[in-house]
């Protein structure tokens, strides 16, 4: 698909931890045509960056500091998708580290950091256009796009979702533990001054708790083109 006019073809998708956004999103590009940005590793890339210069994500200060000083680019990858590079480095797999998602959470809380890679996400999206998963893609980075959808799920099944996934990455947590990381995540995702994720009028809501992954890209899909 291609962008109407002289704007660019952008879909956001926003919606809390564990309903599935990446996933989706990698495919609706896919189906599309046009890259796939998954913000998300922007900051955990930022986070990464953090811990590897041995600060605290909880010192403000430090974190922009950091981040201001952070070589970030995006380089566009050969199935379409942008990967994130920090001084000049693909940062996969080490941004998926639990650590590093948790620092994630706490430094995308900072303005400063936001500025930062919202002016990047918005330039790599306006030259090429993209499919973009995050928190505040259709309220804050492309409020003006027309094709806004935002992924929900069951505080149940978004807890065993990510519960078996760090399972799967070898790490020991019960689920009861990740229930409670995901409901400290939504609070500061929700609470925070800059950029909170925020559920409005503007967006298509779609439930994945009992939804395939098939099925929700299918009907993201048809959100997209019925918007077109």
Known sequence: MTARGDK????AIDGPSGVG???AARRLAARLGVPYLDTGAMYRAVAL???DAGADPADEAAVVRI??????SLAGGEDGSFSVLLDGRPVEPRIRAPRVGEAASRVSTYPRVRQRLV??????ARAFGAVMEGRD???VVFPDTPHKIFLTASPGVRARRRHEQLLQMGKEISLAEVRRELDERDDRDTGRAASPLKLDGSYVEIDTSQRQVDEVVARMEEVVRQGS
């Open 21 to 23: 956004k990446s996933t």
């Open 67 to 72: 981040a201001a000083a952070a070589d970030l």
């Open 49 to 51: 960056a953090v811990l």
């Open 119 to 124: 002016a990047l996400q918005r330039a790599s």
């Open 8 to 11: 660019p073809f952008v879909v």
């Open 137 to 139: 893609i259709g309220t």
